[in-house]
Each structure stands twice: as structure tokens, then as C-alpha cells.
């Protein structure tokens, strides 16, 4: 409960704030302001690179030095440094049908963020993240701790650790997403976090956009993996470096529409890895909670994943999809026959998409974010925004369909599954800091005997999530 | 220069194609046929194997291909078995068909168990005992001789065994839905009450069917059962106890396993052991199943009383005058199996059935025995005890026959 009352007055708090920052600042994107309007509060690291690759850093929103609240507290010395602090708090309260465990509806954190984020000169950006995704505090870390030079916009260095680049809403900041989760292939099948360093760059007036980068492992998604009991005179399982690239495309910058409607993206991603020997293929998560395709199965070699994403931001309404397939080999890891001990395995694929659209009911645009006109005690309601996504994920192996299905960690043909899901919400941007989130996901899975709950036909999630962040 | 072991496995090889039967429609028969030494195959993953055999104290389970008979079944479960049998070296081995995908049946098997005949230097003893108790009419399991091979690696002379479990409760009883519990020896026990406290019997039975289930659902009629055995009255002994176990099957698997000289049964050396324990669905009977027969054919005058004193259920069965008369005639028709002859001879000293079966199986598993290179016994040994049993099947008849005529109920005394 004390967590509740603390949500609870950070909420008023923030409402307060709100009405009174509004009196002392400019908002950014505001006309006059001179700065590009905000993505969101939470700038991602891609947004930084969006940000800083098409053109100079924008000035400060005021010629002031010290001390300044540009939407969040900050410093600022002229052109030569910037520094923000980003804080995120997401609470929410889901209830789950059939409900297992008896819980009924609980309150729970879902996101604890702290950061700064600034520039040093025109050519240097710095972000720092700390905080944790889950209610269990011991999953804090650092999160992004990066440093990019900017050079040229479309010749960028980034180094440390930061989202290796894969897949359009993984690389969406949490404030930014449109759903309460984000979808099963992009929660699942997309790499997360890793150390390493990073080409990207954009050109050609922003139509093209480009990240390549090496990363010391797979990154953070899944989170914990399983490396195998080395056997004698054999070195331990090592988990390999990963290589990602990804490329967008806006043609319809290229055509004569108004700017709010040419921010169509194209692209495709792609990441070759090597996760250690062990059961550590990538797992099938249901938002119900519990997987339907659990890390059974031995894996050993390379871990590629191949990814196709378009976003499009029409005035108020927005649609985004992705198609995402993941494939993890199996070397070695048969059971043998006379001709062949220890054959190699097909592999272990996972494959889904979704679509998902949204619509401004109150009329603000789409693109940069969700910026309510008329916030909550300024005059207005804020912003409203109705989603909705259809999306599916399945796990089976790419190959011998002609072996019955198995639960055998060495099967060939591995017992498959999948998870179809569609989502219905409501998003309330009551002001520029504040939004607040409601869903309702039902999921059906192919077999439900090996999902969370055998004996439902389907999975029902309602959650309510409301964050604040600056 | 011919080595004696190339000369061996090229004589296996002989017998294996000799004994290779045609793949279609067969059945849970052929593969427990021990007419014939049948071929076994298994592969494991080498990483797996090698695990399998390092933790010798784990029943972890890997995933194998099995091929017998020119049928391969992928996807198995193996895991290591046996408690005295338990070696890393010559790994006795439980195949799980359903492990991996459920309700999957190999010929109708959920299990097959490929006992090692580690204990058991003549590779006899089992395959003999089971078979005495299936040709009297007593339920036990199947087995037959097989040769081994492991990653396409000869492992040694095996016993094929049916697993006591759904299937085998189906064949013996006509239903499997009861309650189904394996022995576990624990210390030296007699069937003595252990109380009312549930945990004292859930310690030596373990649930093999409908696990899930509460303590007092699993164990209370067993309880009852063991309480029963100890306090029941003498004059009320017999229907009280006929409640809750089958006094007539159990007689006469006590009275076989005295005659096979079963030193390691219900009533052996070291109390109460390798058993299974089978309650009918929604009854209070229970039924026993014996299991796991490499100490039995061990002294050719094993006493036929051995244990009665000890096993409170013994002691108060055979003085129950009509079970008393049941121990002894089951005595004698087993000492009649054991010297039953060719029905088409007419010399009454020719081999009885046992030394017949013993005699047969020898010539079968011989070249699989001398073949294995891993087996704990050298082939000397085999070929002693190989004699031992052999002998024992000469005499044991003739034993038997003539102590259990001294002790039936109104025989006249012999001295």
C-alpha cells in the first residue's frame, strides 16, 4: 500500500507541477520554443541519434546558463555542455483471468529509471541509466551508460552499452510505446541491451538511416542464460560476439506531403551471435504470465535473428509493424543413429509479427509523440488515444517435419507452439509527464497444454499502468 | 591371429542374425520372446552419455533413439537403474517411451527396464525366477536376453524387462487405475505396525501411479493393511487380512519364491524388499507384484521357511490352516514345474523343465557374455555360475518336493 499512496502522490505532484511549469517555461516544439518537439520525455538512445544525426544539437530552450527546467531539470552552459536528469516511474495494476494463483488484482512496479543525459560541445552525447524493469529490486543495473561522437551526421560513433539495434519498438523508449507491453515478437525475439560499439549515421535528408555494431554477447533478452556443465579436457561454453545492422528508409520524404504525413520508415535488421552451448534458445513468454515455449531444448552455435519493421504517423492516427523471425542452432546436440552420433539438430525458430494502430481521439499528432494541446488543469483533459494490435509469435523447429513433435530436449522436431494475441486500449496523456495506459490483451495459444494454464482455452489481461517521467 | 574376443562378438553377430525376426506386426511378445538373443541399440548424445555414467546417484534422464528389431523409436527417455545393480560401468538403464511426449506407447510399453545382471554372474537367475512365476499363473514381469549397443558400441548382455506400471497392471488384473507403489528398502523391515503416522509407510512405498494425491489417499488402506496384519485376531485373521491383500496370491508367491530360493524377496535375508504393491481402484485389496530376482537360485537346500518367523504377515498366515495347506501344495507344484518333463518323453530322468529353460538360455546368451568386455565377472565366473544354476535346477526339485511333504499338513513325518 505504501508503494500505492507513493504512486499516488507522485501523481498529484506531477499534475501540480505541471500546471505551475507551464506558467515558467516554454515547452519544447512549442512555436517560438526553436526546438524540435519532443519525442516524449524519455529519450531512448535512438532518439539521441535522431536527434543529433540530422542536424547541429538545437540550442538550449533558453540563452540561460546554470540552472533550467526545460520540461525536466537540467544545466546548461552555453553551447559547450548540456545536462538533463530523466527520471521514469511506472506503477500498475493488472488482473489476469483464469487467475491461478489466487492474486486477484495487484499493484505492482513495472519501471524505476534515474538518468542524466546531455552533450558536451556539438560533437559529444552522453546518456546514463540506472533502474530496474521488475518488481524484484535485485534486477537493478545500469541500463544505458553510452558515450556518441558526432563527427558528421552520417558518420557517428557510439561506445558502452546501449539497445543493440533491433526492431522498431524495441528500440522505442518505454514512454513511448503505445501498449502497457510491448508485443510478443518484439519482447521475445529482440536482443536488448549489450556493451559494444556502434557505426550509424543518416543521410540524405534523413532518408536513410543507418546502425552497425558489434556487442560483446547476445545482450540483456533473455536475460539469464544457461551455459553447460563443461565435460573434462573441454574449455567452458563461451558466449560469442554479436553483429547487428539495421537500415530505414523514408521515401516519402522524397515526395511533396506536408511533414506530418511523409514520416513513413522502412526497414530491416539483422544480428548474428553465438549464445554458449546449453538450453538457452530463445523462450516464449505470455503477457498472462509463464511461457508457452519454455528453454527445453539444447542449442549450440549461431543465433541469427532477421527483421523487418514499417511505422507510419498520419496526422493523429499511427500505424507500426513488424515481422521478425529468429533462428538458434543446434550443432551437435542430436542423439545419433548408426550412420551419425551427435548430428546436427534443425534449427530452433521463432517466428511472429504484429500490426498495431492507433488514433489521437482529441486530435494531436502522431509523429515526435503524443504532446497534449490542453493538459489536465491547464484547461483541458490532456490527450486521449485509442490502440489496438493483432499479433502472433510461434516456436517450432526449421525442419524435420516428418519426426513427430517432441518434448525431448534433443528432438529433432521439437514440440511446437505459438501465442496469438489482440489488444484493445485507451491512453490518457494527461499532460506532458503523466500518461496513463489501459489494456486488455487476450492471448490463445496453439497448445495451451504447454502453456501457463492447460486447461483455458484463452488468457485474459487487463492492466492499468501509469507512469510518470520528465 | 584370431583374438578370443573378435572370435567372441563374431559369434554373437551369428547368433544376432540367427535370432533376427521380420519387423512386421510385432508385438510386446516378441520383443520379451526369449526364444531368441535379440539386438538392442541405443544413442545418446555422448555429452549425455558421459553424465549418465559420472553421477551414478542421479536419475536424471536423457533423451536416447532406440532401435529394436529393425524399428526405431526416437525421442526416449533413459536414465540410469537398479540399487544394487547401480554401476557407472556397466549402467543398468530405464527406457521411458512417454517421457518426452505424453501417453506414447511402444509396443504398448510406457517402459522397458535393461537390467545389467550385475549381481548375477550365470545372466540367469532373473530371466529363470520371472519365468517360474509366469508359468505358474503368478503376475510378474517379462524378460528376455538382449545384446546391447550403446552409440553403436556393444555394451554387453542385457535383460529386456517389462516395467511394472499401467500396461503390466492391465495384463495381470484386467484394470490400472488403482494405486500403484514400488518398495523402497529403507532398513530391515517385517511388516511390523509402524503406527498411525502416514510418513513411516510413505517411506518405503513410493506412489508409481495417481502421485498427486494426498497422503491420506495413498496411504491410509495401506496402514490399515500393515495394522491389520498385527492385530487382527487369530480366529478373525483370515477374512480381516483377505480385506486388504490377496492372502491366496500372496501364499503362493511366497511358497514360489521359497522354492527358487529367492534370498532377496518377502521373505529374505534382509526382510521385506523387491516388491511392488498394486491396490484396485476404489477397493481396499491389494495385490504384489514381485521385481528385481538376481539373488534368488542361490543354495540348492535354501530353507523353505526362511523368513517365517520374522515377517509378521508369514507367521500368522501359515498358521491359518488352509493357507498353511496352500503354501505347501504351491511347494510341490513348483517342485513338479521345476522336474516336469518333455511331454513326448518317456525317460522319467531325463532334464526337467528347469534345467531345460537354464540349459536353453545358456546356449543363448553365451556368445552375448563372452562378448562383453565390461561385464564384472570374467567368463570363468560366468560359466561357474552358469553351473551353479544348472545344478541347482537338477536338485532343487527333489528338495523341495520332499521338504514340503514333511511340513503339509497331515503328511506323514519323514526321517
Given at each position: 500500500?505504501?508503494?500505492?499512496y507513493?504512486?499516488?502522490?507522485?501523481?498529484?505532484a506531477?499534475?501540480?507541477?505541471?500546471a505551475?511549469?507551464?506558467?515558467?517555461t516554454?515547452?519544447?516544439?512549442?512555436?517560438g520554443?526553436?526546438?524540435?518537439?519532443?519525442?516524449?520525455?524519455?529519450?531512448?538512445?535512438?532518439s539521441?541519434?535522431?536527434?543529433?544525426?540530422?542536424?547541429?544539437?538545437?540550442?538550449?530552450?533558453?540563452?540561460?546558463?546554470?540552472?533550467v527546467?526545460?520540461?525536466?531539470?537540467?544545466?546548461?552552459?552555453?553551447?559547450?555542455?548540456?545536462?538533463?536528469?530523466?527520471?521514469?516511474?511506472?506503477?500498475?495494476?493488472?488482473?489476469?483471468?483464469?487467475?491461478?494463483?489466487?492474486?486477484?488484482?495487484?499493484?505492482?512496479?513495472s519501471?524505476?529509471?534515474?538518468?542524466?543525459q546531455?552533450?558536451?560541445?556539438?560533437?559529444v552525447?552522453?546518456?546514463?541509466?540506472?533502474?530496474?524493469?521488475?518488481?524484484d529490486?535485485?534486477?537493478?543495473?545500469?541500463?544505458?551508460?553510452f558515450?556518441?561522437?558526432?563527427?558528421?551526421?552520417?558518420?557517428q560513433?557510439?561506445?558502452?552499452?546501449?539497445?543493440?539495434?533491433?526492431?522498431?519498438?524495441?528500440?522505442?523508449?518505454?514512454?513511448?510505446?503505445?501498449?502497457?507491453?510491448?508485443?510478443?515478437?518484439?519482447?521475445t525475439?529482440?536482443?536488448g541491451?549489450s556493451?559494444?560499439?556502434?557505426?550509424?549515421?543518416r543521410a540524405?535528408?534523413?532518408?536513410?538511416?543507418y546502425?552497425?555494431g558489434?556487442?560483446?554477447?547476445?545482450?540483456d533478452?533473455?536475460?539469464?542464460?544457461?551455459?553447460?556443465?563443461?565435460?573434462?579436457?573441454?574449455?567452458?561454453?563461451q558466449?560469442?560476439r554479436?553483429w547487428?545492422?539495421?537500415?530505414?528508409?523514408?521515401?516519402?520524404?522524397?515526395?511533396?506531403?506536408?511533414?506530418?504525413?511523409?514520416?513513413l520508415?522502412?526497414?530491416?535488421a539483422?544480428?548474428?551471435?553465438?549464445?554458449p552451448e546449453?538450453?538457452?534458445h530463445?523462450?516464449?513468454?505470455?503477457?498472462?504470465?509463464?511461457?508457452f515455449?519454455?528453454?527445453?531444448?539444447?542449442?549450440?552455435?549461431?543465433r541469427?535473428?532477421?527483421?523487418?519493421?514499417?511505422?507510419?504517423?498520419?496526422?493523429?492516427?499511427?500505424?507500426?509493424?513488424?515481422?521478425?523471425?529468429?533462428?538458434?542452432?543446434?550443432e551437435?546436440?542430436g542423439?545419433?543413429?548408426?550412420?551419425q552420433?551427435?548430428?546436427?539438430?534443425?534449427e530452433?525458430?521463432?517466428?511472429?509479427?504484429?500490426?498495431?494502430?492507433?488514433?489521437?481521439?482529441?486530435?494531436?499528432?502522431?509523429?515526435g509523440?503524443?504532446?497534449?494541446?490542453?493538459?489536465?488543469?491547464?484547461?483541458?483533459f490532456?490527450?486521449v488515444?485509442?490502440?489496438?494490435?493483432?499479433?502472433?509469435?510461434?516456436?517450432?523447429?526449421?525442419?524435420a517435419?516428418?519426426?513427430?513433435?517432441?518434448?525431448?530436449?534433443?528432438?529433432?522436431?521439437?514440440?511446437?507452439?505459438?501465442?496469438r494475441a489482440?489488444?484493445?486500449?485507451?491512453?490518457?496523456?494527461?499532460?506532458?509527464?503523466?500518461?496513463?495506459?489501459?489494456?486488455?490483451?487476450?492471448?490463445?495459444l496453439?497448445?495451451?497444454?504447454?502453456?501457463?494454464?492447460?486447461d483455458?482455452?484463452?488468457?485474459?489481461?487487463v492492466?492499468?499502468?501509469?507512469?510518470?517521467g520528465? | 591371429?584370431v583374438?578370443?574376443?573378435?572370435?567372441?562378438?563374431?559369434?554373437?553377430a551369428?547368433?544376432?542374425?540367427?535370432?533376427?525376426?521380420?519387423?512386421?506386426?510385432?508385438?510386446?511378445?516378441?520383443?520379451?520372446?526369449?526364444?531368441?538373443?535379440?539386438?538392442?541399440d541405443?544413442?545418446?548424445?555422448?555429452?549425455?552419455w558421459?553424465?549418465l555414467?559420472?553421477?551414478?546417484e542421479?536419475?536424471?534422464?536423457?533423451?536416447?533413439?532406440?532401435?529394436?528389431n529393425?524399428?526405431?523409436?526416437t525421442?526416449?527417455?533413459?536414465?540410469?537403474?537398479?540399487m544394487?545393480?547401480?554401476?557407472?560401468?556397466?549402467?543398468?538403464?530405464?527406457?521411458?517411451?512417454?517421457?518426452?511426449?505424453?501417453?506414447?506407447?511402444?509396443l504398448?510399453?510406457k517402459?522397458i527396464?535393461?537390467?545389467?545382471?550385475?549381481?548375477?554372474?550365470?545372466?540367469l537367475?532373473?530371466l529363470?525366477?520371472m519365468?517360474?512365476?509366469?508359468?505358474?499363473?503368478?503376475?510378474?514381469?517379462?524378460?528376455?536376453p538382449?545384446?546391447?549397443?550403446?552409440?553403436?558400441?556393444?555394451?554387453?548382455?542385457?535383460?529386456?524387462?517389462?516395467e511394472?506400471?499401467?500396461?503390466?497392471l492391465?495384463?495381470?488384473y484386467?484394470?490400472?487405475?488403482?494405486?500403484?507403489?514400488?518398495?523402497?528398502?529403507?532398513?530391515?523391515y517385517?511388516?511390523?505396525?509402524?503406527?498411525t503416522?502416514?510418513?513411516?509407510?510413505?517411506?518405503?512405498?513410493?506412489?508409481?501411479?495417481?502421485?498427486?494425491?494426498?497422503?491420506?489417499?495413498?496411504?491410509?488402506?495401506v496402514e490399515?493393511?500393515?495394522?491389520?496384519?498385527?492385530q487382527a485376531?487369530d480366529?478373525?485373521?483370515?477374512?480381516?487380512?483377505?480385506?486388504y491383500?490377496?492372502?491366496?496370491?500372496?501364499?503362493?508367491?511366497?511358497?514360489a519364491?521359497?522354492?527358487i530360493?529367492?534370498?532377496?524377496g518377502?521373505?529374505?535375508?534382509?526382510?521385506?524388499?523387491?516388491?511392488?504393491?498394486?491396490r484396485m481402484?476404489?477397493?481396499?485389496?491389494h495385490?504384489?507384484?514381485?521385481?528385481d530376482?538376481s539373488?534368488?537360485?542361490?543354495?540348492l537346500?535354501?530353507?523353505?521357511?526362511a523368513?517365517h518367523?520374522?515377517?509378521?504377515?508369514?507367521?500368522r498366515?501359515?498358521?491359518?490352516?488352509?493357507l498353511?495347506?496352500?503354501?505347501?501344495?504351491?511347494?510341490?507344484?513348483?517342485?513338479?514345474?521345476?522336474?516336469?518333463?518333455d511331454?513326448?518323453?518317456?525317460?522319467?530322468?531325463?532334464?526337467?523343465?528347469?534345467e531345460?529353460?537354464a540349459?536353453?538360455l545358456?546356449?543363448?546368451?553365451?556368445?552375448?557374455?563372452y562378448?562383453?568386455?565390461?561385464?564384472?565377472?570374467?567368463?570363468?565366473?560366468?560359466?561357474?555360475?552358469?553351473?551353479?544354476?544348472?545344478?541347482?535346477a537338477?536338485?532343487r526339485?527333489?528338495?523341495?518336493?520332499?521338504?514340503a511333504?514333511?511340513?503339509k499338513?497331515?503328511?506323514r513325518?519323514?526321517?
Amino acid at each position: 500500500m505504501r508503494a500505492l499512496y507513493a504512486v499516488i502522490g507522485a501523481f498529484a505532484a506531477a499534475l501540480l507541477g505541471a500546471a505551475q511549469a507551464a506558467a515558467q517555461t516554454v515547452p519544447a516544439g512549442a512555436p517560438g520554443s526553436g526546438a524540435p518537439a519532443a519525442p516524449g520525455p524519455w529519450l531512448t538512445i535512438e532518439s539521441i541519434a535522431i536527434s543529433s544525426a540530422g542536424a547541429p544539437p538545437p540550442p538550449p530552450a533558453a540563452a540561460k546558463n546554470g540552472f533550467v527546467w526545460d520540461n525536466r531539470p537540467g544545466l546548461r552552459y552555453g553551447d559547450w555542455f548540456q545536462l538533463d536528469v530523466r527520471a521514469l516511474v511506472e506503477g500498475q495494476v493488472r488482473s489476469v483471468d483464469p487467475d491461478l494463483a489466487g492474486e486477484g488484482s495487484a499493484f505492482e512496479w513495472s519501471r524505476r529509471r534515474i538518468g542524466i543525459q546531455g552533450s558536451v560541445t556539438r560533437y559529444v552525447q552522453y546518456e546514463v541509466d540506472y533502474g530496474f524493469d521488475e518488481t524484484d529490486e535485485e534486477t537493478a543495473d545500469w541500463r544505458d551508460v553510452f558515450v556518441n561522437v558526432r563527427p558528421a551526421a552520417f558518420a557517428q560513433v557510439q561506445g558502452g552499452k546501449f539497445k543493440i539495434p533491433f526492431g522498431y519498438e524495441r528500440l522505442t523508449g518505454p514512454r513511448n510505446l503505445d501498449f502497457v507491453y510491448r508485443s510478443r515478437v518484439s519482447d521475445t525475439l529482440t536482443p536488448g541491451r549489450s556493451i559494444g560499439v556502434m557505426f550509424h549515421g543518416r543521410a540524405f535528408k534523413r532518408l536513410l538511416r543507418y546502425e552497425v555494431g558489434v556487442f560483446e554477447d547476445d545482450g540483456d533478452r533473455p536475460p539469464e542464460l544457461e551455459p553447460i556443465e563443461p565435460l573434462p579436457d573441454e574449455e567452458p561454453a563461451q558466449e560469442g560476439r554479436t553483429w547487428a545492422a539495421r537500415a530505414t528508409v523514408s521515401p516519402l520524404r522524397l515526395t511533396a506531403l506536408p511533414g506530418k504525413y511523409n514520416s513513413l520508415e522502412i526497414g530491416g535488421a539483422y544480428t548474428r551471435g553465438t549464445v554458449p552451448e546449453g538450453r538457452n534458445h530463445l523462450q516464449g513468454d505470455t503477457v498472462f504470465g509463464g511461457e508457452f515455449f519454455d528453454r527445453q531444448y539444447y542449442t549450440k552455435g549461431p543465433r541469427t535473428r532477421f527483421g523487418l519493421e514499417a511505422s507510419w504517423a498520419i496526422g493523429p492516427a499511427s500505424v507500426a509493424a513488424e515481422y521478425i523471425v529468429s533462428r538458434d542452432a543446434r550443432e551437435g546436440q542430436g542423439v545419433g543413429s548408426e550412420a551419425q552420433l551427435d548430428p546436427d539438430l534443425p534449427e530452433i525458430e521463432g517466428r511472429g509479427w504484429y500490426i498495431a494502430g492507433t488514433w489521437v481521439v482529441t486530435g494531436e499528432n502522431r509523429d515526435g509523440g503524443v504532446n497534449p494541446k490542453r493538459p489536465l488543469l491547464q484547461g483541458g483533459f490532456g490527450a486521449v488515444e485509442v490502440t489496438a494490435r493483432y499479433e502472433q509469435l510461434r516456436f517450432a523447429s526449421a525442419g524435420a517435419p516428418d519426426e513427430p513433435p517432441s518434448r525431448s530436449p534433443r528432438a529433432a522436431n521439437v514440440a511446437p507452439n505459438g501465442d496469438r494475441a489482440w489488444t484493445l486500449g485507451v491512453n490518457w496523456y494527461v499532460n506532458r509527464w503523466v500518461k496513463l495506459r489501459v489494456n486488455l490483451i487476450n492471448e490463445t495459444l496453439d497448445d495451451p497444454e504447454l502453456g501457463p494454464a492447460p486447461d483455458a482455452s484463452s488468457l485474459r489481461t487487463v492492466v492499468a499502468q501509469f507512469g510518470i517521467g520528465f | 591371429m584370431v583374438s578370443r574376443r573378435v572370435l567372441a562378438r563374431a559369434m554373437l553377430a551369428a547368433v544376432l542374425c540367427a535370432g533376427a525376426a521380420p519387423a512386421a506386426a510385432q508385438t510386446a511378445d516378441d520383443l520379451f520372446n526369449d526364444q531368441t538373443l535379440q539386438r538392442m541399440d541405443l544413442w545418446v548424445n555422448t555429452r549425455d552419455w558421459y553424465l549418465l555414467r559420472a553421477y551414478p546417484e542421479s536419475n536424471e534422464r536423457y533423451p536416447a533413439n532406440l532401435k529394436w528389431n529393425g524399428q526405431t523409436v526416437t525421442n526416449v527417455a533413459v536414465r540410469l537403474g537398479g540399487m544394487g545393480s547401480r554401476s557407472a560401468v556397466k549402467p543398468a538403464l530405464r527406457v521411458d517411451f512417454d517421457r518426452y511426449a505424453a501417453g506414447r506407447t511402444f509396443l504398448g510399453l510406457k517402459a522397458i527396464s535393461l537390467r545389467n545382471s550385475y549381481q548375477d554372474p550365470s545372466g540367469l537367475r532373473e530371466l529363470l525366477t520371472m519365468k517360474t512365476y509366469r508359468t505358474m499363473g503368478l503376475p510378474a514381469p517379462r524378460m528376455a536376453p538382449v545384446a546391447l549397443y550403446v552409440n553403436n558400441t556393444y555394451y554387453g548382455y542385457y535383460i529386456v524387462t517389462e516395467e511394472v506400471d499401467e500396461p503390466f497392471l492391465s495384463r495381470a488384473y484386467g484394470e490400472n487405475t488403482g494405486h500403484l507403489f514400488e518398495y523402497r528398502w529403507v532398513t530391515y523391515y517385517y511388516f511390523e505396525y509402524l503406527g498411525t503416522a502416514l510418513d513411516a509407510y510413505a517411506a518405503m512405498y513410493e506412489p508409481r501411479t495417481r502421485g498427486t494425491e494426498s497422503l491420506g489417499s495413498l496411504y491410509l488402506p495401506v496402514e490399515a493393511m500393515i495394522r491389520t496384519f498385527s492385530q487382527a485376531s487369530d480366529a478373525d485373521f483370515e477374512p480381516a487380512v483377505s480385506q486388504y491383500l490377496d492372502l491366496n496370491a500372496f501364499m503362493r508367491l511366497a511358497a514360489a519364491q521359497a522354492a527358487i530360493a529367492e534370498a532377496d524377496g518377502l521373505l529374505g535375508n534382509w526382510g521385506v524388499n523387491n516388491h511392488y504393491l498394486y491396490r484396485m481402484n476404489g477397493r481396499n485389496l491389494h495385490e504384489i507384484v514381485p521385481w528385481d530376482a538376481s539373488s534368488s537360485i542361490r543354495a540348492l537346500d535354501y530353507p523353505l521357511h526362511a523368513g517365517h518367523d520374522e515377517n509378521v504377515l508369514m507367521r500368522r498366515a501359515i498358521a491359518d490352516p488352509a493357507l498353511r495347506l496352500l503354501y505347501y501344495d504351491t511347494l510341490i507344484e513348483a517342485a513338479n514345474l521345476f522336474d516336469s518333463v518333455d511331454a513326448g518323453t518317456a525317460d522319467a530322468s531325463a532334464p526337467g523343465w528347469l534345467e531345460r529353460e537354464a540349459s536353453r538360455l545358456l546356449g543363448l546368451i553365451r556368445p552375448a557374455m563372452y562378448a562383453d568386455q565390461i561385464k564384472p565377472y570374467t567368463n570363468d565366473e560366468f560359466e561357474a555360475g552358469a553351473a551353479e544354476v544348472i545344478a541347482f535346477a537338477q536338485i532343487r526339485g527333489d528338495f523341495v518336493r520332499w521338504e514340503a511333504r514333511r511340513f503339509k499338513p497331515g503328511a506323514r513325518p519323514v526321517y
